[in-house]
């Protein structure tokens, strides 16, 4: 901490939080802080990690400010800070800005592009049905997953999506497409008697329409799993970043149809509700020379001065870093 505590001061900062439950029930709130360095990516840390009797706005406003107390951060150098869509969180950022003046909340664009993802699941029942039921039939069946071997040798079993992963259900849609032939082949040589599982996924896979499903979620869909992808990285300039998110909500304004209409409105939605990506965007177009406004942009907090924007050069507009936080601590005991 006294490394940390030295590599911190004086530095401008942004700060992520969340919390997981851990494999004992408790709920744990991690705390990540990142130097905001105006020419290069700055380095991130864990700055404190704490078990919480209960989630909400109060007891994460508390982490907070605890976390900045103990690294010894000015509240004036608190610039950023990264969560994800949860009210709670939302509150609490409401919250902080009394306190730190300069913060801009923003909630994880690959959080955003998640739910727009979920949107389109909720849209293919079919698709998903296939999906869920192809999953069950190769866990835990040695002789099945043999006989898949031998038809496909050079196929990677289905993928298992994980509802909570990112974009994993497109994944494994876009498998389906690229390979719905293969697939029904296998299911052909099994017994509908052996499993519930086999008997639902030759129902599914038979559906009037599955490939032209599975066509249309690969054609227009697939955006989403690349973007989420490449705003994963991290020390990705803030300009290249929001180039990302812009480039898919021009792509779905083209979405025609009922189901494109509805997952644009998703979208618009989840943009809608996160003012801090507004605010960065501002503060991209200033950096990058898009606007050569006289005036710094509206929305901007009002004790901001023009050496704080040039420090968001390579600011964050993820919560990926306490994502993978999360996954080291759960495989510790």
Request: glycine content about 4%; aromatic content about 10%; proline content about 4%.
């Amino acid at each position: 901490m006294s490394k940390i505590k030295l590599e911190l001061s004086g530095k401008k900062v942004w700060v992520s939080i969340d919390e997981t439950t851990d494999v004992e029930g408790r709920f744990v709130a991690n705390v990540i802080v990142g130097i905001l360095e105006a020419d290069y990516p700055g380095k991130q840390y864990l700055v404190h990690s704490e078990q919480l009797e209960k989630t909400n706005y109060s007891t994460i406003c508390r982490v907070f400010d605890k976390s900045i107390g103990i690294i010894g951060i000015q509240h004036e150098d608190v610039l950023l800070f990264t969560s994800d869509a949860a009210p709670y969180m939302i509150k609490a950022g409401n919250t902080l800005k009394a306190f730190y003046s300069k913060m801009i909340h923003i909630t994880c664009t690959a959080h955003g592009l998640h739910r727009v993802a979920e949107e389109v699941r909720g849209k293919f029942s079919n698709v998903d049905k296939l999906i869920y039921s192809v999953k069950k039939i190769f866990r835990k069946a040695p002789n099945r997953v043999q006989l898949f071997k031998d038809e496909a040798p050079h196929l990677n079993l289905p993928p298992e999506p994980i509802i909570t992963r990112w974009s994993t259900w497109i994944i494994a849609s876009n498998y389906y497409c690229e390979n719905i032939e293969i697939i029904r082949k296998i299911l052909e040589k099994l017994d509908a008697d052996d499993a519930v599982s086999i008997k639902e996924a030759k129902k599914y896979i038979s559906k009037a329409g599955i490939e032209r499903d599975l066509a249309y979620i690969k054609s227009n869909f697939t955006i989403l799993t690349v973007s989420i992808t490449k705003l994963q990285k991290q020390g990705l300039p803030l300009a290249e970043a929001i180039n990302v998110f812009e480039n898919v909500e021009k792509v779905f304004e083209t979405l025609q149809g009922p189901i494109g209409k509805a997952v644009f409105n998703k979208l618009n939605n989840v943009t809608h509700k996160n003012v801090g990506l507004k605010i960065l965007k501002n503060i991209s177009n200033i950096l990058s020379g898009v606007t050569m406004n006289t005036e710094l942009e509206p929305g901007l907090p009002e004790d901001f001065s023009t050496d704080d924007l040039v420090y968001f050069k390579f600011a964050p507009i993820t919560s990926v870093d306490i994502e993978r936080s999360f996954s080291m601590y759960k495989t510790t005991k």
